[in-house]
């Protein structure tokens, strides 16, 4: 799954974005579901709320947005099959986070590109009645040696499939090319556990952890 991230916004990475140049975004280093943070439809980048929430889910007792989407039933259920075939949208990601079960403890990782760069997860988006937009981010079976840490992870795109996730292609030649797609330069370590706390968001939640000996 993917429950938190960070995300810096850089003009010159984002240079081929058509809006660019107006859009502003203070990086931040620990976005929860339901913030307000960029996403990229039909070339323009604009800030969406992380967490769709379909109306029949809001009649439940408890209920949460649904911030992730699982790539193996995107065509099968109805709540995601329509925006898979219309509405999807690039995800920009410069890390996430994911939660180990270590010495009986949950321990933090970050997950990054090793140049740093800037990474694009595929999304899917739902526009509401006010002009607003919702989104999730679609996630995939993890590879090794990211399995070692969490068993799913954010669908990444490289520069191929980044260009067929937004093309007007037919959907289902869109899975089966996505299906056999592998990462590329994924890294990840141990970071602090103020992490844990979504209220923190400072350049330190992405350094990696080193234990004091004793």
Not at 120 to 145: H, N
Not at 167 to 187: A, G, P, R, T, V
Request: glycine share 2%; hydrophobic share 30%; charged share 25%.
């Amino acid at each position: 799954m993917c429950g938190r991230y960070y995300v810096k916004i850089s003009k010159e990475e984002f240079s081929n974005i058509n809006n660019i140049e107006n859009f502003n975004f203070e990086t931040h280093y620990n976005i929860p579901p339901q913030a307000k943070v960029p996403v990229i439809i039909n070339n323009n980048i604009q800030l969406s709320t992380w967490g769709y929430l379909p109306d029949w889910l809001k009649q439940q007792s408890n209920s949460r947005p649904l911030f992730n989407t699982r790539f193996e039933t995107v065509l099968e259920k109805r709540t995601f099959k329509s925006a898979f075939q219309n509405s999807r949208c690039l995800v920009p990601i410069s890390g996430w986070y994911e939660w180990k079960n270590e010495n009986e403890a949950k321990q933090p990782y970050f997950f990054k590109h090793s140049s740093n760069k800037v990474m694009f997860a595929a999304g899917l988006y739902w526009s509401r009645s006010d002009g607003s937009d919702e989104f999730s981010i679609i996630t995939r079976e993890a590879q090794p040696p990211l399995t070692d840490v969490h068993n799913r992870t954010p669908f990444i795109l490289n520069s191929k499939t980044k260009k067929l996730w937004t093309s007007e292609d037919n959907h289902e030649e869109i899975y089966h090319i996505l299906s056999s797609q592998d990462y590329e330069s994924i890294e990840f370590y141990k970071v602090n556990k103020s992490v844990n706390n979504p209220n923190n968001n400072n350049s330190s939640l992405i350094e990696e952890f080193e234990e004091v000996p004793f």
